[in-house]
């Protein structure tokens, strides 16, 4: 079975560009989580998607970060414009269910450079 | 407010020397549930463990161990016998029940990174 899948695993562009990240889950979990890891910060949670409906978007920064989930499978996030302080690696997670016994299963993250 | 602690940010040890990893974490909720993940140097975090909050009981698996201490609010994780492998950043984290008893996200400790050395 194949794990969660991020694209891309480098990515690096200059302040005021627009990037987007890619998120493929487990095939068949219905919960998405995005999290991002700043150098040197724990890894923060971003947002949760239960299919495609958010479920909780608290941990998203500002508006310049939108996330979606069309169809409830793979999702996208997107920078827009970034910020020399978005840099850091960006982690997706899926879970089955949304059930305390539910594990989330982390992908290999992205990593993005904003200069 | 929840939160993590893993003071220790590095750690380096030799090869078949026991270490141990510590974590302190904070909460209000009587149920929550505490993760132990491994980020080997592929990037991915692979899960290790999960405890919830009315089940203290130690667990082993091989030569990984936890010891749960809800009176000190600490999940250690200890590796006996360490090898080469072992060397990763590994990250304790919090998740607190929803209600309904449904998962909140996940409050991640710093990491502490290990390196086992031949």
């Known amino acids: 079975e194949a794990g969660v899948t991020q694209f891309p695993s480098h990515s690096v562009i200059e302040k005021g560009q627009t990037v987007t990240l890619r998120c493929d889950p487990i095939?068949?979990?219905?919960?998405l989580y995005w999290y991002r890891r700043v150098m040197g910060k724990e890894i923060k949670f971003l947002l949760h998607f239960v299919k495609e409906s958010k479920q909780d978007e608290s941990g998203m920064p500002n508006n310049r970060f939108l996330a979606e989930r069309t169809g409830g499978t793979y999702s996208t996030l997107k920078v827009q414009p970034a910020e020399l302080e978005d840099s850091g690696v960006y982690f997706c997670?899926?879970?089955?269910?949304?059930?305390?016994?539910?594990?989330?299963?982390f992908g290999p993250g992205t990593r993005l450079t904003v200069l | 407010a929840q939160k993590v602690t893993q003071a220790q940010t590095e750690i380096s040890v030799v090869e078949k020397e026991d270490v141990t990893l510590d974590c302190v974490y904070e909460?209000?909720?009587?149920?929550?549930?505490l993760f132990w993940y491994k980020q080997p140097p592929s990037g991915e975090l692979v899960f290790l463990i999960r405890?919830?909050?009315?089940?203290?009981q130690n667990e082993i698996s091989g030569r990984y161990s936890w010891n749960f201490q809800k009176s000190t609010s600490s999940f250690n994780f200890t590796i006996t016998a360490s090898q080469v492998v072992d060397s990763a950043v590994y990250f304790c984290a919090l998740s607190e029940a929803n209600y309904g008893g449904s998962q909140g996200n996940l409050i991640f400790g710093k990491g502490t990174k290990l390196s086992v050395k031949p």
């Open positions: 095939s068949g979990h219905d919960n």
């Open positions: 997670a899926s879970s089955q269910g949304w059930a305390s016994t539910d594990t989330q299963y």
């Open positions: 405890r919830n909050s009315f089940d203290e």
């Open positions: 909460t209000r909720d009587t149920t929550y549930y």
